[in-house]
Each structure stands twice: as C-alpha cells, then as structure tokens.
C-alpha cells in the first residue's frame, strides 16, 4: 500500500495565516531607549545641562518614521528630553518627542503601506506654572487620495491617552504642527497596519484556493 506523506499544512492554510498575521500587525511608537539612541546628544555641563536632548530632523521606530518640515536647522527640529532635563515634562512611558516651534510633524511607514492609527498619549511640554495647555489638530491622508481626514485634541498638563476617529484608517500619512505659545510633546502612537479592501481580499482568496486545489493534485 502506497503511503503518502503530509509534511504539514496546505500551501494555502500557510498563506492565509500568514495574511491574517500581516493584517493584524501592530506597532506602538513610544521613543524606547534603543530607538532614541539614533539621535544626536546635546551634552553640555551644568547648570546648562537642563537643556540637554537628543535631537535629529527624522526618526525612526517599528517601520514607522517622524519628520519634521523644518529639516535641518540650527533648533531641535525633532527632540526627545534626556533623563536629567527638568525643562521637560517627564515622558508617560520611557522617552516622550516634541519638535521646534511651528514645525510639521508627518509619521508616515517606512515602506510607503497604508496604516491606521488609534491612539497617542499629548501632554504639554514645558513644566511650572507659564505653560500653557492648548489643543492640535491632526490631519491624515488616505491612501490614493488627497483629502485629509480631521480631528483636534485638547491636551493639559497630565499626560493623556487620545483616540482617533475610525475615519483614521488606510493612512499615507499623518501631519501636525507644533505650537508656537502653546507647545507640546506626544508619547506611545498606536499604530495598525491597513486591512485590505474586499475586492483585494477576493482576490487573495481565489487565488489560494488554486494553490490548495494544486497541493491536493501533488498528493494524489
């Protein structure tokens, strides 16, 4: 009797699984040690060490990558306060990032794919009592298209945990300005990468369905 031999799963099982794990994919951006350590230092001795940062004009976490519209400048375009800097309010998990004054901060992946968004922690950047709270308005752009998608967040001085709308899914992009008066910093950005359309699903799906229908053929 001839014995046929399963070496595991069908070439489709395999592809879907790997679709759905690629669908699910999540990231949070939340400056970790490691990531930050790709910006400059400003190291300068005390008392002027309070003004210490690392500082760059990008940055990049996870496939994600920041950007400032200033690009390089003699300020901080991008900068995330060290571990002795009491400028600064005290990130909400690890290291936190702010930018220059009335700079443009895009996020957008690094491979150019779609992503949603979900989530970021703002907070006000300077500490003592002539910091300002203040609001941002953030704008994402769909993917394959030019219209942004809108929503403002008020921030204070307590770090807190704002969330997008659903319209924030299938991103190119996403943009907002740094005030001027009013300033801020951002922390753990909750990002998740775009689900295909049904169309592109259909497809996928007819398609491994041939290739399970082929493997079935080799068994025989």
């Known amino acids: 009797m001839k014995t046929i031999h399963r070496h595991c799963c069908t070439v489709s099982d395999f592809a879907v699984n790997s679709t759905f794990a690629a669908a699910a994919q999540a990231a949070v951006v939340d400056f970790d040690a490691a990531s930050v350590a790709q910006l ?30 200033l690009g390089a400048t003699a300020l901080h375009s991008l900068f995330v306060a060290d571990d002795h800097n009491i400028l600064y309010r005290p990130a909400a998990d690890s290291y936190a990032m702010a930018a220059t004054a009335a700079a443009t901060i895009t996020l957008s992946s690094v491979d ?7 989530s970021i ?13 203040g609001s941002v308005t953030f704008y994402g752009t ?17 770090w807190t945990t704002f969330w997008f709308n659903p319209n924030f899914t299938d991103l190119s992009s996403l943009s907002w300005s740094q005030g001027v ?11 998740t990468s775009a689900v295909p359309e049904a169309e592109t699903w259909a497809m996928l799906l007819a398609g491994l369905g041939m290739l399970g229908w082929v493997a079935r053929r080799q068994r025989a």
Do not use: W
């Not at 150019?112 to 979900?118: E, G, I, K, R, Y």
């Not at 769909?142 to 307590?158: L, M």
């Open 40 to 69: 400059s230092h400003t190291n300068l001795p005390s008392p002027l060490n309070v003004v210490n940062v690392y500082h760059g004009t990008s940055y990049v976490e996870d496939g994600f990558q920041l950007s400032s519209s």
């Open 112 to 118: 150019h794919s779609a992503f949603n968004v979900t």
């Open 181 to 191: 008066a009013t300033r801020f910093e951002f922390d753990n950005i909750n990002i």
């Open 121 to 133: 922690d703002l907070a006000k950047l300077l500490m003592g009592p002539f910091a300002l709270n």
């Open 142 to 158: 769909k993917a394959g298209t030019s219209t942004p998608v809108v929503q403002k967040f008020d921030y204070t001085g307590n």
